[in-house]
């Protein structure tokens, strides 16, 4: 298994420009999630997804879109970028009926500078 | 709602233990995570404790959990150069669909 990847790795944006994250997993995880990590802070989520067709808004939802067309995949679209997005996003999955309950496994992030 | 504190920092000699620290808001039925962030890199799962358990011993790595306080705290034996992590607390509550409910992370640091 691969697990969590995302792409891409590193990105710089103009002020306006628009983007997507993509993240894709390959546990069969029903439960996916989106947090942006900034300098000395701790994770905020931003969306998070129960199950394919199904998203949710987290702690920092605006300026971001996401869908949930497939188990596997959930991308987190950016319209009209500003330098507050400038962060690492972090992608993540759950499978609640797991060995450790809720762990969750994260993908190695995309490292998003805003200018 | 939920929240979850943590110390921002934390420095320990090589060989010493790191005590680590976490405090929670709520509840009956809870589920306590400690996940570690190398330099660079996403999280990943340490060790995990549930509610009814008080201690919980892996390796190097001991959890104890003061339900009465909502104290919960990570113990690193014989501390390495390669335990320097940033390590967050985490919880979620078994009762509802919340998702994980993240602190703001310890950055350890480990002098040589």
């Known amino acids: 298994n691969a697990g969590v990847t995302q792409t891409p790795k590193f990105r710089i944006l103009k002020i306006g420009q628009s983007m997507t994250l993509q993240c894709t997993q390959d546990?069969?995880?029903?439960?996916m999630y989106w947090y942006r990590q900034d300098p000395g802070m701790g994770l905020k989520l931003i969306y998070y997804?129960?199950?394919?067709?199904?998203?949710d808004k987290g702690e920092v939802p605006n300026g971001y879109n996401v869908s949930r067309s497939t188990t596997e995949d959930f991308p987190l679209r950016l319209e009209l970028a500003a330098p507050s997005q400038t962060s690492v996003y972090f992608c993540?999955?759950?499978?609640?009926?797991?060995?450790?309950?809720?762990?969750?496994?994260f993908g190695p992030g995309t490292r998003l500078t805003v200018t | 709602g939920e929240d979850v504190e943590q110390s921002l920092f934390l420095s320990v000699r090589e060989g010493d233990s790191s005590v680590i620290n976490c405090t929670y808001t709520?509840?009956?039925?809870?589920?306590l995570y400690w996940y570690k962030q190398e330099p660079g890199a996403g999280l990943q799962l340490l060790t995990y404790?549930?509610?009814?358990?008080d201690m919980k011993q892996d390796q190097r790595l001991t959890v104890l959990l003061n339900k009465k306080d909502k104290h919960l705290s990570l113990r690193i034996a014989d501390t390495q150069t390669g335990d320097s992590a940033i390590y967050f607390c985490?919880?979620?509550?078994?009762?509802?669909?919340?998702?994980?409910?993240f602190g703001k992370g310890t950055r350890l640091s480990v002098i040589a």
């Open positions: 546990m069969n995880h029903n439960y």
């Open positions: 404790i549930f509610s009814n358990m």
């Open positions: 997804s129960v199950g394919a067709g199904i998203t």
């Open positions: 709520d509840s009956s039925s809870t589920y």
């Open positions: 985490a919880e979620i509550q078994v009762s509802g669909n919340t998702p994980l409910v």
């Open positions: 993540a999955s759950s499978d609640p009926g797991g060995r450790s309950k809720y762990e969750q496994y």
